[in-house]
């Protein structure tokens, strides 16, 4: 997956936020976009999964699912109906049970959703509830998943279990935005996409690891204690 020559200025600004941007995902694998607030994160995930059109030669796929918030949810909507709202709609199936369900999904996911299938969303933390609709649009198959701080306000065990997620679908390409290193250090292979200065540095995780600049710096900078 292949961004060449990628430039885009928003309406009415005076100056490009980029010009002839070339990068390219590791694919598949994992990728993580990191950079200072303001430089143009979101709107880089917004161009590549088509959601503003920028010039330049866009290789990635079509079939992409960008999880970049969480949908609002009635409290007293319970987990299965969540479940039944993304899954059904996918699969086309307005009904299914629980048994079905464990057949389409990851062990991970179903691990996580069954305790709390009956659950309405009032009773679950801010953490679960971002969690419950991570997991269970990455059950929709799609080759390119961007997540946009998919981690924030999540405790760290949950945090593993949606990288448990992401591993158990290595065919995929993923993209995550991240200000915090312990994401990055919890895979063994990936590619870090320095975003900066309106430029793109791309380093692989040995070059990112042995890396003493302002890469490292930065991120490491953004560790919760």
């Not at 065990?157 to 995929?172: D, T």
Request: glycine share 6%; net charge negative; aromatic share 10%.
């Amino acid at each position: 997956m292949q961004v060449t020559q990628l430039s885009y200025q928003f309406p009415k600004a005076k100056q490009a936020l980029f010009t002839d941007l070339n990068f390219q995902l590791q694919s598949p694998g994992v990728n993580f976009l990191i950079g200072q607030n303001g430089v143009g994160k979101t709107t880089l995930v917004d161009i590549i999964t088509g959601l503003r059109p920028a010039t330049g030669t866009i290789d990635c796929p079509q079939d992409a699912i960008y999880l970049n918030q969480q949908l609002p949810m009635l409290t007293s909507i319970r987990v299965c109906d969540v479940a039944k709202l993304v899954l059904g709609i996918e699969r086309g199936r307005l009904h299914f049970q629980l048994t079905e369900f464990e057949s389409w999904v990851d062990a991970p996911t179903y691990r996580f959703l069954k305790p709390i299938w009956e659950q309405h969303y009032g009773q679950l933390s801010g953490g679960q509830r971002k969690l419950v609709q991570l997991l269970l649009f990455m059950q929709v198959d799609r080759q390119l998943v961007v997540l946009d701080e998919p981690t924030a306000a999540v405790d760290r065990q949950n945090v593993q279990l949606l990288f448990e997620v992401m591993q158990a679908h290595p065919q995929r390409t993923y993209l995550m935005i991240t200000h915090d290193v312990r994401d990055i250090q919890a895979f063994d292979d990936y590619r870090v996409l320095w975003l900066h200065d309106r430029q793109m540095t791309t380093l692989t995780k040995g070059e990112f690891e042995r890396s003493d600049n302002q890469q490292w710096a930065f991120i490491t900078a953004f560790k919760a204690e």
